[in-house]
C-alpha cells in the first residue's frame, strides 16, 4: 500500500525532467550505446517480465548475488593483509582483527556473511521449492542451483580454516576426515584434501585456493548459467501459474522488483553491519595440533551434519555418512525430473512438501540434539565454556607480532651452544651484519652466510678471517684481529648459521 | 506469451515515471555504496595513517652511567623493528658521547666508509676504523682517512632515567647521512 502512495507521487510532473539536459545526455549515452549496445542490454535486463508482478517472495535470489558480491570484496581486501600459511594465517588475521582500521569490522561482515548466505540459499532453496518453481521445463535451472548450492558449502568449509585458530583447525580436522570414510578411494581424497595424511600448511595452501580463487570461479560461471537459464524459462510467477505458458498480467522486473530487491540488500547488509559492530566475530588462540582435549564443533549450519554423523560408528560408517546424504543429494538434485506434475500449489502437493518438511525438521533436531547432548554432558559443557573463555581472553590481548625467522635463528642459537651465542655478539661489534646481514642473511654488499659450515671447516675459517683471500680482500673485506677465544666463538656462530 | 510483450509496450509508454525511479534508485545506490566503501577505504589506506614499519625506542642504559664520562663509551642495544604483522629483534654497537652543553650524542659504530666497525682509540683519543683508517673525532666529525663524511649520530632522547635511541642504518661511501633502514 506505501508502494501505491509512492507511484502517486512519482506520476508525472515537472520534478521528472533529467537533471542532465536531455539532449546532451542522449548525445553521450548515444555515443557509448552505439559501441556497448547497453541500451538493448538493459531493456532486457530490466523488463523481464514477472506473471502475477512484483513480490517480495522473489527477493531471495538476487539477496544471494548481493551478499556474494559483498563476499567477494570484502574478502578481495582481507587478502591486502592475509598470508595463508600455517606459520603466519593466525597473525595476520590477528593483525586485522586488532591493528588495522576497521579490521574486525570487514572480518566480521565477512565471517558474519557465509552464515547470512547460507541462510538466504535456504530461504531460496524453500521458496523455489514451496512455490513448485522448478516445475515446466527447468531441470538444469534446478540443476545450476544445486551446483551453486553445492559451492556455497564448499566456500563456508574451506574458509571456515583460514584463520587458523583453534577452532579452525579442529573443524577441518573433523570435516577432512569425513571424506576419509568412502571405501577404497577415501583415504586419497583425505589425503588430496590436506596436501598429505595430516593437517598442516599444505592443507591451508590448498583451501586458500579453493576459497579464493577455484571455488569463486566456479560459482561466476554457475551463476551466469543459472541467471542465463532462468531467463531462457522466464519467471514462474505464483503457485496458481502456469509454469510453461504465463497466462496472468506481467509486470517488467525494473522498478518495482528492483525496489524491493534492493530495499532487502540494504536491511540484509544493515543487519550484517549491527553484528559486526556490536559482536566483532570472534578469533581464537593460535591452533595447537597437540591439545587432544579441544572439542571440534563446527560453524551452526553444520552442526546437523556433525550430530548426524555420531550415530554411524565404525563399519556403519560409510553407510551413514556417504550412502545416505548421497541418495538424499541425488533426489534433491533430480526432484524436477521426479516431480513432472504441473500443480504447483503446496497443499496439493503432499508427498513433496511433507518430505521437504521432513527433512527440514530433522536438520532442526539433529542440531538441537546436539546443542541438547554439549549441554547435558557435564565435562563437555565446561570444555566448551572453556574454549569459549579462551577465545574471550585471546581478543582481549593487545596484538603481538611475529618474531622474524632470523630473530628466531638466533635465540634459539643462544639456547644451543653458549660459545656460538657469544660468537653473535663478536659478530655484531665487529659490524660483520653491516656487509652479511643479520644473521649471515647477506646484503649486495657481501655474500650469505648461512650454510658455511658445509663449505668449510673451523680452521680454514679462521685462517680466512685472518687473512681474507684475494677476492674477499676486493670485496672489501678486511683482515679480523681478534683474541682466540672472539675468534673461536665467532667461528663458531658462523658455522651454526644454517 | 502474448501477456509479456503487452506489458513491455505499456511499461515504454511511462518513460519519465521510470527515469525519475531510476535517478533516485542510482542516487540511494550512491549513497550507500559510499557508506559501505568508508570501511573498505580505511582498510585499505591503514599503512598510510600508520607507522607500519617503524624502528622502536632501544634502551642504552641509565642516564647516571653516561653522567660523568669524558671518552665515548661502547654499549650494545637491542633494537626491535616492526614490519606490519612481524618484528626483528637484532644486537646492534654504539657509542655514547657527551657534547660540550651536556648533551648526550650516540654514534652508530658503522664507518660510512664500507661499514667496518669503528673503535676507540683511547690512546690517540680518536675514534679509528680498522678496515682502512679513518679516523674521527669523539664527537664523530672526521679527522682523516677514506670515509666520505663522519661517524653517523642516532636519534636519541631521554625518556624517565634511562637513555633510548633509534637505530638506523645509513647508505655508505655518500658525503649526505641517509637512512637506509
Not at chain 2, 550512491?30 to 622502536?56: C, H
Not at chain 2, 673503535?119 to 673525532?137: D, I, L, N, T
Request: aromatic fraction near 12%; glycine fraction near 8%; charge should be positive.
Amino acid at each position: 500500500m506505501i508502494w501505491k502512495g509512492y507511484t502517486e507521487i512519482m506520476s508525472d510532473s515537472p520534478r521528472d525532467r533529467p537533471i542532465v539536459p536531455r539532449a546532451r545526455r542522449t548525445a553521450l549515452f548515444g555515443w557509448f550505446d552505439r559501441r556497448t549496445g547497453l541500451d538493448s542490454v538493459l531493456r532486457k535486463a530490466l523488463d523481464e517480465p514477472i506473471p502475477g508482478g512484483a513480490r517480495f517472495a522473489y527477493v531471495f535470489g538476487s539477496a544471494l548475488l548481493f551478499i556474494f558480491i559483498s563476499q567477494v570484496i570484502t574478502g578481495i581486501f582481507l587478502a591486502l593483509y592475509y598470508v595463508p600459511s600455517a606459520d603466519h594465517a593466525h597473525t595476520t588475521v590477528a593483525y586485522i582483527t586488532k591493528e588495522v582500521t576497521s579490521g574486525s569490522f570487514l572480518r566480521s561482515i565477512h565471517a558474519y556473511g557465509s552464515s547470512a548466505m547460507v541462510i538466504l540459499l535456504l530461504l531460496h532453496v524453500t521458496q523455489t521449492f514451496l512455490y513448485g518453481s522448478y516445475k515446466g521445463r527447468r531441470e538444469l535451472l534446478w540443476l545450476s542451483g544445486c551446483v551453486l548450492f553445492a559451492l556455497v558449502l564448499c566456500m563456508a568449509f574451506t574458509g571456515y580454516l583460514l584463520p587458523w585458530d583453534q577452532k579452525a583447525y579442529f573443524a577441518t580436522a573433523v570435516g577432512t576426515n569425513i571424506p576419509g570414510e568412502v571405501p577404497l578411494i577415501g583415504p586419497w581424497i583425505k589425503s588430496l584434501m590436506r596436501g598429505g595424511v595430516e593437517m598442516g600448511t599444505l592443507t591451508l595452501s590448498r583451501f586458500f585456493v579453493a576459497h579464493v580463487l577455484m571455488i569463486p570461479a566456479a560459482i561466476f560461471g554457475f551463476i551466469a548459467l543459472h541467471v542465463y537459464l532462468f531467463r531462457m524459462a522466464g519467471s514462474a510467477g505464483p503457485i496458481d501459474e502456469d509454469p510453461v505458458s504465463p497466462t496472468q498480467p506481467s509486470e517488467p522486473f525494473y522498478p518495482r522488483q528492483v525496489v524491493i530487491d534492493a530495499l532487502f540488500a540494504l536491511a540484509i547488509i544493515i543487519v550484517l553491519g549491527l553484528f559486526a559492530h556490536f559482536m566483532p566475530f570472534e578469533l581464537g588462540p593460535k591452533a595447537n595440533p597437540a591439545d587432544t582435549r579441544y572439542l571440534p564443533r563446527p560453524e551452526w549450519y553444520y552442526i546437523p551434519v556433525f550430530q548426524w554423523l555420531k550415530y554411524w560408528p565404525g563399519s556403519l560408517a560409510f553407510l551413514g555418512v556417504v550412502v545416505i546424504p548421497g541418495v538424499v543429494a541425488f533426489l534433491f538434485a533430480s526432484l524436477p525430473f521426479l516431480d513432472r506434475r504441473m500443480e504447483r500449489r503446496p497443499w496439493k502437493r503432499p508427498v513433496a512438501v511433507g518430505t521437504y518438511v521432513f527433512i527440514f525438521l530433522a536438520l532442526f533436531g539433529l542440531g538441537a540434539v546436539s546443542y541438547r547432548d554439549d549441554h547435558n554432558n557435564p565435562g563437555y559443557a565446561a570444555q566448551l565454556i572453556a574454549q569459549q573463555k579462551a577465545a574471550e581472553e585471546f581478543m582481549h590481548q593487545p596484538f603481538e607480532p611475529e618474531l622474524s625467522q632470523a630473530s628466531l635463528a638466533s635465540a634459539n642459537s643462544a639456547l644451543a651452544d653458549p660459545i656460538a651465542a657469544r660468537g653473535e655478539k663478536v659478530y655484531q661489534a665487529q659490524s660483520c651484519n653491516a656487509c652479511h646481514g643479520d644473521g649471515g642473511s647477506g646484503t649486495p654488499a657481501a655474500p650469505k652466510l648461512i650454510g658455511i659450515h658445509a663449505r668449510f671447516s673451523a680452521d680454514q675459517l679462521t685462517a680466512l678471517l685472518r687473512s681474507p683471500s684475494a677476492k674477499m680482500t676486493a670485496g672489501g673485506m678486511s683482515p679480523l684481529e681478534l683474541s682466540a677465544d672472539d675468534m673461536a666463538a665467532l667461528v663458531a656462530y658462523l658455522r651454526s648459521l644454517k | 506469451m502474448s501477456g509479456r510483450e503487452i506489458n513491455i509496450s505499456a511499461s515504454q509508454s511511462e518513460p519519465s515515471r521510470r527515469s525519475y525511479v531510476g535517478w533516485l534508485m542510482g542516487l540511494c545506490s550512491a549513497g550507500v555504496g559510499a557508506a559501505l566503501s568508508v570501511p573498505l577505504i580505511r582498510f585499505a589506506l591503514y599503512p598510510l595513517t600508520t607507522n607500519t614499519t617503524e624502528t622502536k625506542w632501544s634502551d642504552v642504559g641509565p642516564v647516571s652511567d653516561f653522567g660523568a664520562i669524558t671518552t665515548p663509551v661502547q654499549r650494545s642495544v637491542t633494537v626491535e623493528q616492526l614490519d606490519g604483522w612481524r618484528k626483528t629483534i637484532s644486537e646492534k654497537v654504539v657509542y655514547v658521547t657527551k657534547e660540550a652543553t651536556g648533551r648526550f650524542r650516540v654514534l652508530s659504530a658503522i664507518c660510512p666508509h664500507l661499514g667496518c666497525s669503528v673503535q676507540w682509540a683511547g690512546s690517540k683519543h680518536q675514534f679509528v676504523c680498522p678496515c682502512h683508517g679513518a679516523s674521527f673525532e669523539t664527537d664523530g666529525t672526521r679527522t682523516g682517512g677514506p670515509a666520505p663524511r663522519g661517524m653517523d649520530s642516532l636519534e636519541s632522547t631521554v625518556q624517565g632515567d634511562r637513555l633510548v635511541v633509534r637505530y638506523h642504518y645509513f647508505r655508505q661511501l655518500v658525503p649526505e647521512k641517509e637512512i637506509i633502514g
